[in-house]
């Protein structure tokens, strides 16, 4: 008899912008009860139809700088002028219920968080090709050409870092990318270092029950030899 870790499975996924990763993990989660997507913070301007503590916590530069000195944040990073971080407290406390926790981070956090927790799942969600993320960036209408422009050389530069992950998922078609992600974070609960504890019972003993069972009829085993 096998018995698993209790722990939950911390799983980060990265990508550059556009590739879609918050489509894929929301659609995932629907599917996966026991998943909590962890909610980042950052220091830029809220988005229209973007909510408080649904898509990010919204901190100004000054109150994220005087987090980072309480040590509040599991990781942070810097990215197009504006901090990104983590919040600790909740991720510790769900990951010791057993319930695995999603990361959606920039790459730079993501190697933080490795560094820290190298048996964390690391997954990396690529666009089809460059020049449809580019075609996603400028779909989305939320920023000018200057500002598109600039995040589509840092996620080209992105693309490039995918060596550093365990998992890279291509985001062609959006059913079969949710279905990758299911199969590696069902795959990677398998892995023999998530295994707490083996109990193997003793074979003579088996053997001997299996002999004296009523319904095995001896008599029968020369006729089929």
């Excluded at 870790?5 to 993990?25: E, N």
């Amino acid at each position: 008899m096998i018995k698993q870790k209790r722990h939950g499975q911390l799983i980060v996924i990265s990508g550059p912008s556009g590739a879609g990763k918050d489509t894929i993990i929301n659609k995932v989660v629907e599917d996966e009860k026991n998943i909590w997507i962890s909610v980042s913070a950052t220091s830029r301007q809220i988005r229209p139809g973007e909510k408080e503590g649904v898509n990010y916590f919204y901190f100004s530069k000054e109150e994220f700088e005087e987090k980072i000195k309480n040590n509040y944040f599991l990781e942070y990073a810097k990215y197009a002028e504006n901090y990104y971080g983590t919040p600790k407290e909740k991720i510790i406390e769900k990951l010791e219920k057993g319930i695995d926790v999603v990361l959606v981070i920039e790459i730079q956090g993501a190697m933080k968080i490795k560094e820290l927790v190298p048996e964390a799942i690391f997954i990396f969600i690529m666009p089809p090709s460059e020049k449809e993320l580019l075609k996603r960036l400028k779909n989305r209408k939320t920023e000018d050409k200057n500002k598109i422009i600039e995040r589509f050389n840092i996620a080209y530069k992105a693309i490039n870092e995918v060596t550093k992950y365990n998992y890279v998922v291509v985001n062609d078609k959006l059913d079969e990318a949710v279905e990758k992600v299911k199969a590696i974070i069902k795959a990677e609960k398998c892995r023999v270092d998530r295994i707490e504890e083996m109990l193997v019972a003793n074979k003579e003993e088996l053997i001997h029950e299996f002999l004296m069972e009523e319904e095995f009829d001896n008599s029968t085993i020369g006729e089929k030899i």
